[in-house]
């Protein structure tokens, strides 16, 4: 079992930054990919990054390519995501997952989920 606990969302301002953190614990995710979704109010969860477990392989959804940052410490069970230049788009709850087979950028390919941790851009 994997238990993985989001931090760092709140209400920011068009242009903003935040920092989103992931921390792992249980068994942790050492050599998993890790990625980061997002949900909007009435829409479906949808994918925003992801990352490899040693050499640091990122990929991103279009929309936030050259905004978002995704990074990880595995000596501490870790995954960030750093947004930049945010967007009232950009709102959602925000979770991490633990990938654990098929295509990176779809959730069901991931077996363990964060409760999520909400970010709202106000323009």
């Known amino acids: 079992q994997v238990q993985l606990v989001e931090s760092g969302g709140g209400l920011v301002q068009a242009g903003d930054s935040l920092r989103l953190s992931c921390i792992a614990s249980?068994?942790?995710?050492?050599?998993?990919?890790m990625g980061w979704f997002r949900q909007a109010p009435g829409k479906e969860r949808e994918f925003v990054a992801y990352?490899?477990?040693?050499?640091?392989?990122?990929y991103y959804a279009d929309d936030v390519k050259d905004r978002f940052t995704i990074s990880r410490d595995n000596a501490k069970n870790a995954v960030y995501l750093q947004m930049n230049k945010l967007k009232p788009a950009d709102t959602a709850i925000y979770y991490c997952?633990?990938?654990?087979?098929?295509?990176?950028?779809?959730?069901?390919?991931?077996?363990?989920w964060g409760q999520g941790t909400q970010v709202t851009v106000s323009s």
């Open positions: 997952g633990r990938w654990h087979g098929g295509s990176a950028n779809l959730p069901a390919s991931y077996d363990f």
């Open positions: 249980g068994r942790t995710f050492s050599g998993y990919v």
């Open positions: 990352i490899s477990w040693s050499d640091n392989i990122t």
